[in-house]
């Protein structure tokens, strides 16, 4: 069964470093978001990718962040500085040719900011 | 409001219990309706979409109530390995955008 992929399972960096964090949605899937989780709270929306360009953003999702699909297979988050904040799980997630079609989850990448 | 409520439990059951966990959403306007599992430090997994008309999946059954903004989830005949915090899961329905809004999870445990 397709799945999507994330590498690295677990990064640890220190504040104001810049992270770099990848996914491999399935690889038919059109749409393409990533999704955080801080540890004991509920998972928030960052931003979703559809057609070469940034859909939709929350408010998370600052200068700080950016997100590119540089080669047609991966989808990546950069975060430029990162603070002691941006210390979550972070979730990449994609869905077929249907906007409303289920998304599917990546296993993540725990991000320790130190 | 909160875009999605959830019970956070802890709900504990014994094996074969039915147990039902319910959710609610503000945005009237909302078009996708999930219910995901998530086991301890592991990404949500999608356990079924709700739809109007209500949906059955084995042991699961699944209903929504647009006019209550109300969606539920029924587990008949638990199993240990149901033992998860299951995360109602709605969408912002926005023109050319899915993002979700995730309720903060119901956890249950099937005690032997």
């Known amino acids: 069964e397709p799945e999507v992929t994330q590498t690295p399972s677990h990064q640890v960096t220190q504040m104001g470093q810049e992270v770099i964090l990848r996914c491999v949605p399935i690889s038919n899937h059109l749409y393409f978001y990533w999704y955080r989780q801080i540890l004991g709270q509920k998972v928030e929306f960052l931003v979703s990718f559809y057609n070469n360009e940034i859909s939709e953003k929350s408010e998370i999702f600052d200068d700080q962040f950016s997100v590119e699909r540089p080669d047609g297979s991966n989808f990546t988050l950069k975060i430029r500085s990162t603070k002691l904040e941006d210390s979550a799980m972070y979730f990449c997630?994609?869905?077929?040719?249907?906007?409303?079609?289920?998304?599917?989850f990546g296993p993540g990448t725990r991000l320790t900011v130190l | 409001r909160k875009e999605v409520e959830q019970d956070p439990g802890p709900f504990n059951v014994p094996e074969g219990a039915t147990v039902a966990f319910n959710c609610t959403y503000s945005n009237s306007a909302s078009q996708s309706f999930f219910w995901y599992r998530q086991d301890c430090r592991k990404e949500p997994k999608l356990l079924m979409s709700v739809y109007s008309s209500g949906n059955e999946d084995g042991r699961f059954t699944a209903q929504l109530n647009r006019a209550s903004q109300y969606i539920s989830l029924l587990i008949r005949d638990s199993k240990l390995s149901d033992s998860a915090t299951y995360l109602c899961?709605?969408?912002?329905?926005?023109?050319?955008?899915?993002?979700?809004?995730f309720g903060t999870g119901t956890r249950l445990t099937v005690i032997p």
């Open positions: 899961v709605v969408n912002k329905a926005r023109t050319g955008a899915n993002n979700l809004f």
């Open positions: 997630a994609s869905s077929g040719r249907d906007l409303w079609a289920e998304q599917f």
